[in-house]
């Protein structure tokens, strides 16, 4: 029995509780929605009037009421619905659509499918939007330049063929093509400095670079048997020509201890130069595997790729190891087939340099005195 006298009724603290309850769900359900002032304010003015009759409802019937009332409101489009939770994996058909939607599961949709956040994406958009024409014909639009961008991360991060990718994107296939061709533009344009070169893009470069001098440039270092380095690369046993800036291992069955220890240390220092390129080419797809492609943008596309990579890195964007895993066709969980030849012999018995045999030699030696 109630304070009203209603024998069914509520109590006053239970009247109280179905305001509050009823207020939550109002609150939970107002989402931004493009509306007209006119039709805002006559929303605002509905929605007071039906927090006002749950708040003041003198007994049951009233309160039942007012809660019945607020149910059809809510069916009717007075309080708009935010955007749902994705509870399940969203379907709307087209990639682009999904990215274009906007609730708590985007970010990690971003970073399944362009391989970045939501917040470094419009950077990127921001930044290279000064860099893309935005082409106006008699017969569309030009498209939005997010788009463009998500496309040509899409396709680097998938790997995917442009039929597939574009039809992703609601786009046919020349205008797939012209928008890599543009996004690569872009990113090599908007992010000059992101890539360090240390000497020429090209082997010629690299060759007459060495025979200037500037090939290295680190202080003198000085190595037992009077050898001096400024630096090298690493490289295995699968170079012709052995180079006095490369240092292969010996290789070899019967080795001494001294280099059987140098060429573990040396493979232990490529091991983290083909573990940079294996998730490189993990984390962009387009690169992990052969495919059909323009070899004349290649080079292009692959130092964009670079970019973006490096970019990414001094955003503190982590790796996702899982990228590194596969499913084959008999549901077998392995490591992905990065394509990176291991030590071989097949340029063994070719080095003909003697700067080069005398520089690991220098190195071994220098090795075994520490």
């Given at each position: 029995?109630d ?17 509050m ?25 509905q ?79 921001a ?23 998500a ?14 990718g ?74 012709p ?9 010996y ?5 001494d201890?001294d ?54 890195l001094?955003a ?26 291991g ?28």
């Amino acid at each position: 029995m109630d304070s009203h006298g209603c024998s069914n009724g509520l109590r006053e603290e239970e009247i109280d509780a179905v305001a509050m309850a009823v207020t939550a769900v109002v609150v939970n359900t107002m989402g931004d929605k493009e509306s007209s002032s006119h039709d805002m304010l006559m929303r605002l003015r509905q929605r007071r009037a039906l927090l006002q009759s749950v708040a003041e409802a003198p007994d049951c019937a009233a309160t039942c009421e007012a809660v019945v009332q607020l149910c059809v409101a809510l069916t009717s489009g007075v309080f708009p619905r935010q955007t749902p939770r994705w509870w399940i994996k969203r379907r709307t058909g087209r990639t682009w659509e999904d990215l274009r939607l906007r609730d708590n599961a985007t970010d990690e949709y971003f970073r399944q499918n362009l391989r970045m956040s939501t917040t470094m994406f419009n950077q990127i958009v921001a930044v290279c939007d000064a860099y893309m024409e935005k082409k106006v014909t008699h017969y569309r639009m030009p498209l939005p330049v997010e788009q463009l961008i998500a496309f040509t991360l899409y396709r680097w991060a998938s790997g995917e063929t442009y039929e597939n990718g574009t039809s992703a994107f609601g786009i046919d296939r020349a205008t797939g093509l012209q928008a890599v061709r543009d996004v690569t533009s872009a990113l090599l344009q908007a992010y000059p400095d992101a890539i360090k070169w240390p000497m020429g893009r090209r082997r010629a470069q690299i060759l007459r670079a060495f025979q200037s001098g500037g090939l290295f440039d680190a202080t003198p270092e000085n190595l037992p048997h009077g050898v001096v380095t400024r630096g090298y690369l690493l490289g295995d046993n699968g170079y012709p020509v052995a180079c006095p800036w490369i240092v292969s291992p010996y290789g070899g069955i019967d080795q001494d201890a001294d280099a059987e220890r140098f060429d573990t240390r040396q493979k232990v220092a490529r091991g983290c130069v083909e573990r940079a390129f294996g998730r490189l080419k993990c984390m962009w797809c387009l690169f992990l595997r052969t495919h059909k492609t323009n070899l004349e943008t290649l080079p292009q596309q692959f130092v964009a790729v670079c970019t973006l990579h490096n970019i990414l890195l001094d955003a503190g964007i982590d790796f996702d190891e899982n990228l590194l895993w596969e499913v084959d066709a008999n549901d077998v969980r392995r490591r992905v087939d990065l394509g990176i030849v291991g030590n071989d012999e097949r340029g063994r018995g070719r080095c003909t340099n003697v700067e080069g045999e005398l520089l690991r030699d220098a190195l071994r030696d220098r090795l075994t005195l520490m």
